[in-house]
């Protein structure tokens, strides 16, 4: 045995110079193969991976892993899947459902059919990367392609391997070898021996490039010799006849191959040299008849990476149409993992691709596979066992098909899709770095060898389908060079350096994009960067060298294409979008030497561009990005704002800025012409040290018209808060308006300002000046605010001599300003005193104020020479008090006082204190303003517990010797509060109210609900009495509304209130009694004496009125009557129904009578009106014959005056008319129901039933497994099957009348099997009940006969209850039968009282009141047979 291969030494050193030698570029790589793979692995473990996803996991070691010969016996179903612990890692049919969607429009070759649109894209990063990839073409190939085509007849290309040599297989069976320089070197081959073989489809260049292995499209594999052109091997048993070379793949064992033909079969080839003849031996791998394999793949490990522990397994991904495998070849044949595709187009190519990653500081081997649009990625790695353990990635989603996925380096993947565009991506973050059409190459595709079509297509369908996209061969990566081959010409393709992207961007003059891409070098952001290797520093000094050179040629270029002529504004805006850019781009680089001296000069050449530059500096000098900057540029930078009228921009500006960079006089001089304040201040503070002078600048602006009393302007105002915000500042060491005093300055600065206040005069002081006028005007302008600085001053005041000195001195300068004087308000006054209240309260208090001067303080608060400002007064005494000030008064004193100037809250506070909780509810009724809060302070008080017993009974007594004042305040919040505290006491409450409106009042709000108060009236006991008071005061204060009341109130007699309503004669409310106790006539009497009296008083007044109230008085009491009269007919016999109806009959009748024909009364025909209405009434209780027969038997009508009565008569005849139709019509409506209703109930006792499953729903075995047992099979109308064995294991029989009935297990609980005999009707699952009464199903296995129930009511048997069921469900609503007895039970109940309680009856669980009700107008539905 030998070592096969010739070693040679190869040129490897090569250098690039023009456009014709891009294949000696690309070779040019090879010499630097391994120290360019060694510097991208490092560089990936020197980063750490900081791109990885800390999310990728990993999958478990199977414990037994599949034999080759199980791997190759399985069924190639799609639906299998890889199982793991966890069988959602690799299931795709779990992880991407969209997968398989659609498909890219094809190329002309590859006959894609798919075109549907995607569901989600990724994101388009193109813009932020620039041009990733190079891509060239190989002029040198391409033209000896071409020549030789027609010079020896080589055919087109088909294939193409690249090592240091390019390999190119022709469809005449030649095989044309080039060097890196594009020269031919070799032609190896005949077109006789291609005219015999076919066309060259599958090439492999081994490792040292020694060797050729040429596959061909009649399945003939040769071996070449690439130093001599010799032919070494011509093999053609290796795999069966008849089918092509897919794929010929050396191995790194330079006497190991692999090869693939169009049966799906991969085969191993091992050559061997045995007593110098060549030989290979052929095992095949995988079958194709047991899934067919269209893609293979060995891991090939660098040099570097020879002793990797991985390598020693040879590995193989192999991808069939249904799923992958990784496989070991050595030491022997083992499979390492399988993975299902899942769903996927059946058309789109299986991909697989190797390479060595660093993951986690380990550089191991990630596989990408791929079918349609989404790249999985698995990380392959060995354990220490000896084990390989395969890692789920985070895969890829796509928005396009692939046919090609090639690596380009660790972090970058090259695919091409199925329209043959190219796609760049990052794949840690995914990102989209470039896309390219390559549609220019015309793509050689391999569909011809999938297909077989050399040896007469033998091949599967799915197979061909596959190969309509195939381009296995015609694409091959080399040393970071994808080679793609085209039918006339080859393209090599590779990542661009990091100079070149920046260089392509500015031959396009996208000089923004190229510095935005230079940063993101600069910042290690940038993706695919290529030729930028050092450390950090380094790597950010070249960058940031290459933007400088950009910088300056971009500022020229801003200079040199600003429009000559035009307006302005355009100019501006030119220099608007490109100044700001040199500006943003010199501070990130920290390059501001460069930024204000060169740069700065140059654009200072425009005058327009200066101005821009000048204002882009704004937002980095506010945000203190940018403090140093040259006077000269300040200088230029403040006049430029002046100029544009932009103080306010121009203050901002300097209280950011380093004042040695700043002309001090000039600028003082410039914000005090134009009221820029802050920054006087600032460059006072800053710039001298000086912290008074622009105190007093600020004094004698806002002095002057506080002196003078006057109202100071909106600017004064502002002037005047920023006053004593610096005076605060100053006093805590704190700068104005940001930053901090210097440490050393802090306690001269404290001492200045205090010295400053209270100076005796100010400088050039008036002889009419008062005294102390700077603490005088800070009081003036804001009396509360400049006390609230002193007290935070004197917060921050260490205990030493000089600070107590200063504290001392400053209280009594402002007694002495405000108490000798009179032009302050009770509300400055208060803020001063509650001021020394809280610094006199401090348990470390210096401070001594004499107590005189609080007294003076309260006879000024409380005997003021006017009324005004009451409330004002109040609250500033009583804020006074709660800061400390009470220990200062005798409080017997200011309780006099404040009861005196009617201070009810100071008052409140003091009793709060002594808790003398009683005296606060006079202080609470004596305030109008809080007068009604009185209500929840006593209930608060009552129920709130802290209180002692004493207090609480001192407070009840107290409200119940003011109630009288409590109701008269609020009766409703009276009644609550009594019903809640004082429900014993209701009669002795009553008793006090002498007043009988307050009384009624109060009665109404304690026992009328409808008064909103909440009381609860069954805990609220009330004697009878109290609800017959209120009553007999209804009466008189609300006659209207007794009615009303007394259909809501509890707890009343009622004879006695009989008797009241007597005394009052309200006759409707005694009848409305009188029919409530029971006595009905008695009722009505009352009634028709009414009426009889108003009809009375129309007859006496004739046609002298033509008033309609009399006329309307009867009609109601007439309607009252009749109400009457049907509420309480329905439980009176015929002979007691005619003792209301007729006497009420005769009564409308009689002025009828009494009126002549001559002269007829003026109300006749409303009269008779009003009669024709209660004969309707009556004619529902009181038989049309009985009616007809007493009006015929009256004398006057019985004596021939018929016609004065033929109007009653005609209208009674109209009603029997209309009701007789109306009885054949529901007559007939019912038959036909009737009738349809039992010709469904027959359809369907006739139906057979129709089982859901065929096996029992209690042992999940099925029927026919079991008939060695005699046990009967029963099947439930609901669906359900079940062996009647496992039913009597449930219990779920019932003996009746010595009949066994079957209840479905799952349909019926065994808690209602007890109830079957019952008449009402059970819900059931599955179950449609009815309104009719029927019992819950139960099912026989025979047809039994008909079972009666124990009260010989029939029974409906389970055919008949399954055909009503169906019957209930054809209506999908009520019958008619239901709807008519539900307006029957309605009728014929007594809910009509107005006082009858809420009846739990039929009607409170009407059909009506389901919200799915709905009345259908048309005739039942015509069941289907």
Not at 426 to 448: A, F, G, H, K
Not at 630 to 649: A, E, G
């Amino acid at each position: 045995m030998e070592n096969e291969p010739d070693q040679e030494n190869l040129e490897q050193n090569l250098c690039v110079r023009t456009t014709e030698e891009e294949l000696n570029k690309s070779f040019s790589l090879e010499a630097s193969l391994s120290k360019f793979s060694c510097i991208d692995l490092d560089k990936e473990l020197e980063f750490k991976n900081d791109l990885i996803d800390d999310k990728e996991f990993d999958i478990p070691q199977v414990d037994t892993p599949p034999t080759l010969e199980s791997i190759l016996n399985e069924t190639d179903d799609e639906d299998e899947s890889f199982v793991l612990e966890d069988p959602t890692l690799l299931n795709i049919d779990t992880i991407d459902s969209h997968s398989y969607d659609t498909s890219s429009v094809a190329s002309s070759d590859s006959g894609d059919r798919a075109n549907l649109k995607r569901k989600k894209k990724l994101p388009d990063a193109f813009s932020l990367h620039g041009s990733v990839m190079r891509h060239s073409l190989l002029k040198g190939i391409s033209a000896q392609i071409a020549s030789a085509a027609d010079k020896v007849d080589a055919g087109l290309p088909t294939a193409i391997a690249v090592s240091s040599l390019i390999a190119v297989g022709t469809s005449h069976g030649l095989a044309l070898i080039f060097d890196q320089n594009q020269a031919l070197r070799l032609c190896l081959g005949s077109t006789s021996v291609g005219g015999q073989y076919g066309a060259i489809s599958a090439l492999s260049i081994n490792n040292d490039c020694s060797r050729l292995l040429c596959g061909f499209a009649k399945g003939q594999i040769t071996m070449w010799d690439l130093a001599s052109g010799k032919l070494l091997r011509s093999i053609s048993d290796a795999h069966p006849p008849g089918t092509a070379i897919l794929h010929i793949k050396f191995t790194d064992d330079p006497t190991l191959a692999i090869c693939n033909d169009s049966g799906g079969s991969v085969f191993e080839l091992t050559f061997k040299r045995v007593m110098g003849v060549r030989t290979c031996e052929s095992r095949c791998l995988f079958s194709g008849s047991k899934g067919e394999v269209c893609c293979i793949e060995p891991l090939h490990s660098k040099p570097e990476l020879k002793d990797h522990p991985i390598t020693q397994f040879s590995l193989l991904a192999m991808a069939s149409l249904t799923k992958i495998l990784v496989i070991g070849l050595k030491p022997s044949l083992k499979v390492w993992m399988t993975f299902p595709y899942g769903r996927m187009d059946p058309s789109s190519v299986p991909l697989l691709a190797w390479h060595f990653v660093a993951v986690n500081n380990c550089v191991n081997p990630m596989l990408a596979f791929c079918r349609g649009d989404v790249v999985h990625f698995l990380l392959v790695k060995r354990d220490e066992s000896g084990a390989i353990h395969v890692t789920k990635q985070k895969h890829l989603h796509l928005y396009y098909d692939l046919i090609n996925f090639t690596w380009i380096n660790s972090r970058t993947v090259v695919l091409l899709d199925s329209v043959e565009k190219l796609h760049v991506i990052d794949r840690q973050t995914q990102e989209e770095l470039e896309t390219m059409e390559i549609s220019e190459v015309q793509l050689v595709y391999n569909s011809s060898h999938f297909k077989s079509l050399a040896t007469g297509g033998n091949v599967s369908q799915a197979l061909a389908l596959v190969g309509e996209k195939a381009c296995y061969q015609s694409i091959s990566s080399y040393g970071g060079q994808i080679f793609y081959l085209g039918t006339k010409s080859v393209y090599v393709m590779m990542l661009r350096s990091w100079r070149e992207r920046m260089d392509h961007l500015l031959k396009q003059d996208c000089l923004t994009e190229a510095l935005a891409l230079a940063w993101s070098f600069h910042e290690g952001k940038a993706k695919a960067v290529v030729g930028l290797s050092g450390d950090v520093s380094k790597r950010k000094a070249v960058v940031a060298d290459r933007m400088v050179e950009i910088l300056f040629h971009y500022a020229d270029r801003a200079l040199k294409k600003c429009p000559d002529q035009g307006k302005i504004q355009v100019m501006e805006q030119h220099f608007q979008d490109t100044v700001p850019v040199i500006v943003d781009y010199c501070l990130l680089l920290q390059r501001k030497d460069l930024l204000f001296s060169q740069m700065y000069d140059k654009l200072s050449e425009n005058s327009v561009a200066k101005g821009v530059f000048l204002e882009c500096l704004e937002p980095y000098i506010l945000s203190d990005k940018l403090v140093g900057i040259t006077p000269q540029v300040m200088k230029d930078l403040i006049v430029h704002f002046q100029d544009k009228k932009l103080m306010d921009s121009v203050e901002a500006l300097i209280v950011h800025m380093d004042i040695t960079s700043l002309d001090i006089q000039q600028v003082v001089l410039m914000c005090w012409e134009n009221r820029l304040y802050d920054a006087m201040i600032y460059v006072y503070n800053r710039g001298m040290n000086e912290f008074i002078s622009p105190m007093e600048k600020l004094f004698k602006v806002i002095a002057p018209p506080l002196n003078a009393g006057k109202t100071l302007t909106d600017e004064q105002v502002v002037m005047g808060n920023k006053l004593l915000v610096y005076i605060s500042c100053c006093l805590a060491g704190r700068a104005y308006p940001l930053g901090d005093i210097p440490e050393d300055l802090v306690p001269l600065v404290k001492n200045q300002v205090f010295e400053f206040l209270i100076r005796l005069h100010s400088v050039e002081a008036s002889s009419e000046e008062e005294v102390y006028p700077y603490v005088r005007t800070l009081l003036h302008f804001d009396t509360r605010e400049f006390l609230n600085v002193l007290a935070l001053t004197f917060e921050d005041f260490k205990n030493d001599k000089q600070a107590v000195e200063y504290q001392q001195r400053i209280v009594d300068i402002l007694l002495k300003v405000m108490v000798e004087n009179s032009d302050f308000t009770p509300s400055q006054v208060g803020c001063l005193f509650t001021f020394l209240a809280r610094q006199l309260a401090k348990p470390d208090n210096t401070l001594f104020v004499n107590r005189t001067l609080f007294d003076q303080v309260l006879e000024f608060l409380c005997s003021p020479d006017d009324d005004s400002r009451h409330s004002e007064r109040q609250q500033v005494l009583l804020e006074l008090l709660q800061a400390g000030g009470i220990v200062q008064f005798e409080e017997g004193r200011l309780i006099r006082m404040a009861e005196k100037a009617e201070f009810y809250q100071i008052c409140e506070f003091m009793y709060e204190r002594a808790h003398q909780y009683d005296k606060i509810i006079d202080c609470y009724l004596h305030d109008p303003l809080r007068e009604e809060e009185v209500f929840n302070y006593i209930h608060n008080i009552l129920s709130i517990p802290g209180h002692s017993a004493e207090e609480k009974r001192s407070v009840w007594q107290k409200a119940m010797d003011h109630m009288e004042e409590l109701v008269s305040l609020k009766p409703c919040k009276a009644a609550e509060l009594v019903a809640t505290h004082f429900s014993g006491q209701i009669e002795v409450v009553i008793g006090q109210l002498q007043n009988q409106v307050l009384l009624f009042k109060f009665l109404r709000s304690l026992l009328d609900p409808r008064e909103g108060v909440h009381i609860n009236q069954e805990l609220l006991q009330i004697p009878p009495s109290v609800p017959e008071q209120f009553i007999e005061l209804l009466c008189q204060f609300s006659p209207d509304q007794v009615i009303e009341t007394l259909q809501v109130l509890e707890c009343y007699r009622l004879e006695e209130t009989i008797q009241i309503t007597q005394k009052y004669q309200l006759h409707e409310v005694t009848a409305y009694l009188l029919e409530k106790k029971g006595d009905v006539h008695g009722a009505f009497l009352l009634l028709l004496e009414r009426l009889q009296s108003r009809l009375q008083e129309i007859t006496r007044q004739g046609g002298n009125t033509t008033e309609a109230f009399p006329l309307k008085a009867v009609e109601d009491t007439m309607v009252e009557t009749i109400a009457l009269c049907q509420r309480n007919s329905q439980n009176l016999n015929q002979q007691q129904r005619e003792a209301l109806w007729f006497p009420l009959l005769e009564a409308m009748m009689a002025p009828q009578k009494l009126s002549s024909s001559a002269a007829p009364h003026r109300h006749c025909e409303a009269l008779k009106s009003l009669t024709m209405q209660v004969l309707n009434s009556m004619a529902a209780f009181i038989a049309l014959p009985s009616i007809l027969q007493r009006i015929l038997q009256d004398p006057i009508y019985g004596k021939g005056k018929l016609g004065e009565i033929q109007g009653l008569i005609l209208g009674m005849l109209d009603t029997f008319n209309y009701e007789q139709t109306l009885l054949e019509t529901t007559t007939s409506l019912l038959n036909q129901d009737l009738h349809w209703s039992l010709c469904n109930l027959r359809a369907s006792v006739s139906r057979g039933l129709n089982p859901k499953q065929d096996y029992c729903s209690i042992c999940l075995q099925q029927y026919k497994r079991r008939q060695e047992m005699a046990d009967d099979i029963i099947v439930f109308s609901c669906g359900h099957l079940y062996h009647s064995f496992c039913l009597q294991s449930k219990e779920c029989t019932l003996e009746i009348e010595g009949q066994t009935r079957w209840i479905c297990y799952k349909c019926s609980s065994s808690s209602k099997a007890g109830k079957l005999s019952e008449n009402s009707s059970e819900d059931k699952k599955g179950r449609v009940t009815s309104q009719a009464k029927a019992p819950p199903l139960y099912h026989q296995t025979k047809g039994d006969p008909s079972v009666r129930k124990a009260n010989s009511e029939p029974a409906l048997d389970p055919q008949q209850i399954q055909a009503f069921e169906q019957l209930c469900r054809l209506y999908r609503g009520s019958s008619r039968l239901a709807l008519l007895t539900e307006l029957s039970q309605n009728r014929s109940g007594d809910s009509c009282r107005p006082f009858a309680g809420s009846q739990s009856g039929p009607a409170f669980n009407s059909i009506f009141q389901n919200e799915n009700f709905q009345l259908q107008l048309a005739p039942p539905p015509v069941a289907e047979d």
